[in-house]
Nanobody, 126 residues
Framework: VQLQASGGGVVQAGGSLRLSCAASGRTLSSYIMGWFRQAPGKEREFVSAINWSGVTTDYLDSVKGRFTISRDNAKNTVYLQMNSLKPEDTAVYYC????????????????????WGQGTLVTVSS
């Protein structure tokens, strides 16, 4: 599966952005989908994940209540709605896919995802 992330940009603190991750090659309904981010000089970290059906979601504590992950399997797309953005949210955001369907849990470990998009830069100014 090929993943294409988009929607990044420059926004002031308190603003919102919606990231999209479009897949091609295979249907996303067979995959757990995750969003990760990497700030300059830091390791890639888990942000959010969603199971194949969208029933189960998981979030990094610092983004709970501000970010919402969702998916539209008919459109082969996963979204990350980011509200109340903070300067510390500045990073390159990556979407990733792990082939695993019919389960009701998600995965936080980057190394367990087999497919990655190219990343989209989010810059939050103070």
């Amino acid at each position: 599966v090929q993943l294409q992330a988009s929607g990044g940009g420059v926004v002031q603190a308190g603003g919102s952005l919606r990231l999209s991750c479009a897949a091609s090659g295979r249907t996303l309904s067979s995959y757990i989908m995750g969003w990760f981010r990497q700030a300059p000089g830091k390791e890639r970290e888990f942000v959010s994940a969603i199971n194949w059906s969208g029933v189960t979601t998981d979030y990094l504590d610092s983004v709970k209540g501000r970010f919402t992950i969702s998916r539209d399997n008919a459109k082969n797309t996963v979204y990350l709605q980011m509200n109340s953005l903070k300067p510390e949210d500045t990073a390159v955001y990556y979407c990733a896919a792990k082939r695993l369907s019919q389960v009701y849990y998600t995965v936080r470990t980057p190394g367990k995802y087999g497919y990655w998009g190219q990343g989209t830069l989010v810059t939050v100014s103070s």
